[in-house]
């Protein structure tokens, strides 16, 4: 499963904020894209264009605009302010609170972030897995349905079969009766194919989960054999 590059949405009006966040950011293969976008201009975030937002919180009136427009839009964020009684990161939802009051702050916001995102990816990969077992699952009983009712379809389809083939034997009677006649039984034929073709296709299956599990037993064996 492929999960799309994660998008950072840094909101600041200062180029300086900016470049710190990224280039303190951990350099690793999963290094997500970086928007830069004014403070001014997230007063509607749409929460479906963005994975974290990291936002410069240089006042309490900024802090709380950006709170709310973050809270809005549903997606985690760290809000970095200018001055905290502590250094330490504080949590309030999914929004986590972080200090300048020391140096490494940018470095501190760019773990907290890549940690964020890597819980985020973990969780979708969830979230798409469980509608895969969902969707597999549904599949599953379909086919079990279908297993139970072939032999009631195949029955059917045989008296369907013996009675057209017996008016078709009938003498004397109309031509477009014999013509429905024959046409109901062709298309019994046709379903009658069908089924067999599923019938093929559920042995099919069957030799192949043998085969897999003798394939998966045999480490087994050859371990428990040393």
Request: proline letters at 4%; aromatic letters at 4%.
């Amino acid at each position: 499963m492929k999960l799309n590059r994660p998008t950072v949405l840094i909101l600041s009006s200062d180029p300086a904020f900016a470049r710190e966040i990224t280039a303190n950011w951990p350099q690793d293969r999963e290094r997500p894209e970086f928007v830069v976008i004014e403070q001014g201009l997230c007063s509607e975030l749409q929460g479906n264009t963005f994975d974290l937002a990291i936002a410069d919180a240089s006042s309490g009136e900024t802090q709380a605009h950006l709170r709310t427009a973050i809270a809005a839009a549903g997606k985690p964020a760290i809000l970095i302010g200018c001055e905290s009684s502590s250094s330490a990161p504080s949590a309030h939802g999914l929004i986590l609170e972080l200090s300048r009051a020391t140096e490494s702050w940018a470095a501190m916001a760019g773990l907290l972030g890549q940690e964020i995102l890597r819980r985020s990816q973990a969780e979708s990969r969830a979230r798409e897995a469980e509608k895969t077992s969902a969707v597999a699952a549904a599949e599953a009983t379909l086919g079990r349905f279908m297993a139970e009712m072939r032999h009631n379809v195949n029955n059917a389809l045989t008296s369907i079969l013996g009675n057209a083939d017996l008016l078709l034997l009938e003498p004397g009677l109309p031509a477009n009766v014999l013509a429905q006649a024959d046409t109901v039984r062709n298309m019994a034929l046709r379903l009658h194919e069908i089924f067999q073709r599923f019938s093929s296709i559920e042995k099919e299956l069957t030799v192949a989960a043998r085969e897999s599990g003798k394939k998966a037993a045999q480490p087994r064996a050859a371990a428990s054999g040393m």
